[in-house]
DNA sequence: CTGAAAGCGCTTACAG
DNA sequence: CTGAAAGCGCTTACAG
């Protein structure tokens, strides 16, 4: 019952060398051959067996995406586009996906990083940037296995895809002026993110082309208490401010939104630009511009990048940057 | 360099099937070698290569989901978070997770899932249950692969998640009523649906309960333009309906908010009954009563559904139903 | 308990 | 071009 490459040597009176050879387009066989071998693999819908084909070829066909195991509401959204679009990619390039998923509330582990290398599960691995917090991790991937960063990024000596920052933080804050807005400010990420600090670059250059001075710009990393607070100290000092750039994406909106409204601050009463755009964002009664990043053309790029490190052709072009398409909500 | 099952046997002077009964934990060797033999492959920090003990095994060690395509905004967080829980869940089961994702806009295709099968790649699936539409399709899984549903199933007679579909409906539509709504109309996925019958019938038996009747009923199938379409209509011919509950989820939901804006009335004017919570709702200008699935529970019960097939003790309960819980905004 | 051997289903030199 | 053979790194009867 079990269909192997025997049985199809078999039916076509070949050796199993020669089957293998038709499968995978390799020279070496006659077309009279290839052609009566290939019939009968559609006619019986032969697929070799992965782990066999992974075992002789030392290389599995299929690749990892580590990405973080919270992924609620707003980065929920952004982290399942990812996916899929990998999966695609994957698929397109015959390969399979496999999810790694670091534990509640944890970044990617040494150990964990360690038993997917030595257990040779993937050829290589997509990382959501913001996992790898060690330096120990950073060596450990270099030394061991071809990967490509997606998303926000700290070590951007290597392989990634990021979105253009500053240009996007610029436009989007030229259509917050160009809204009326006059005291804006600015709520962002960690300081040290090489990304927030051009996001921020980028709010300051819209600011100074047009003859404006910054209201003020808050720092926080992305612990939904720290966002909160430093969102809410924010507005106790700032209390003329009549929008706000929003450096950061995902669920530190929602954190930056909750501590406006409790701070006794009306949603309507001001204008947000913020980073991902999110079909929800029609719905609040909100003047909301948003940075829509090419999720994903920049998982596909990710993954085409990948592929091309794995089979040996690593692309020239280390860093990939997306535009952002500004929205107007 | 490379370290296998070989050399760490040589290391402990015993031959490599023992190494191997060390390994798997197996009867059949002496305390004294079981000892040295972990210790020597916890110090080089050996892990078997997954594929070689997959064709040994014929078990690949891999478990696949299938999810749709198309995630944006809202139903974006609903995969999102199973492919987490999964993922974790797998890992605890010391699996890994394939991730298959159909082509845009399609389901699952017949196909695809003889690829899966033929080629090995995984040892069950979990599969959003609106991906299976054909009874063809249906009947390969049957015969040939361990699955479970997630979520919304038509076909109940297999293994599968859901959520109390009647019950957590009339606990929405009771809060609605207790809000003061009184004409309250419903809009439904597609009325052959199952859990769509089950939901509308919840809804029914609060109106039924309170002394109230139904301000009318619409069904939709899920693509946007049809769904925007049928609650367009809808909201045409019951302008005073003052409370709205939706029998389906995700995208679903904001097809229907567009609907109501675009026909010129205030979201504000309304209450909202919707299924899955999502943050954002709490800065929606909107009364909302919403059912959170426990999205990750219902995932993790899957996913050792599935693990129970797959090392042959299915569970006798073939289909578990989760409460939804009650979330006011 | 212990280990030599066969086998899982492929691929890849290699000799013909 | 063709095929017999060895090998990928494990597991699993089986004989001792």
């Known amino acids: 019952m079990k269909l192997t490459i025997n049985e199809i040597a078999e039916m076509a009176h070949v050796a199993k060398s020669t089957v293998s050879k038709a499968i995978n387009g390799q020279k070496g066989v006659s077309e009279s051959n290839r052609q009566r071998i290939l019939e009968i693999i ?90 790898i917090q060690s330096q120990t991790i950073m060596n450990v991937l270099l030394q061991d296995i071809p990967f490509v960063f997606i998303g926000k990024n700290q070590f951007l000596d290597h392989y990634a ?33 090489k990304y927030i600090k051009e996001r921020v670059q980028g709010f300051k250059d819209a600011l100074e082309k047009a003859g404006l001075v910054s209201s003020g710009t808050a720092y926080s990393d992305y612990k939904k208490e720290s966002a909160v607070k430093a969102a809410s100290d924010f507005f106790e000092q700032h209390k003329d401010i009549d929008a706000l750039f929003l450096a950061a994406g995902g669920e530190f909106v929602l954190n930056v939104m909750e501590a406006l409204k409790s701070s006794g601050r009306d949603l309507k009463s001001i204008g947000l630009g913020v980073f991902d755009d999110n079909r929800i964002f029609d719905f609040l009664d909100c003047s909301i511009v948003a940075a829509r990043q090419p999720i994903e053309k920049m998982a596909q790029c990710a993954a085409n990048m990948l592929f091309e490190i794995i089979n040996g052709n690593p692309p020239e072009k280390k860093y990939n940057c997306f535009d952002a398409e500004i929205i107007q909500h």
């Open 42 to 131: 559609q006619q019986v819908n032969f697929q070799p067996n992965v782990s066999a084909r992974a075992l002789a070829q030392s290389r599995t066909g299929a690749i990892g995406i580590v990405l973080p195991h919270s992924v609620t509401s707003l980065s929920g959204t952004f982290w399942a586009t990812v996916v899929s679009a990998v999966a695609a990619e994957a698929n397109r390039h015959n390969n399979s996906l496999m999810v790694i998923s670091p534990q509640e509330g944890e970044k990617l582990k040494l150990e964990t990083l360690e038993a997917i290398i030595n257990r040779h599960s993937v050829d290589g691995l997509i990382i959501g940037a913001e996992q």
């Open 161 to 193: 895809v990021d979105v253009t920052n500053r240009k996007s933080a610029l436009n989007v804050t030229e259509q917050l002026i160009a809204r009326g807005y006059k005291k804006i400010g600015c709520i962002a990420g960690p300081e040290n993110f």
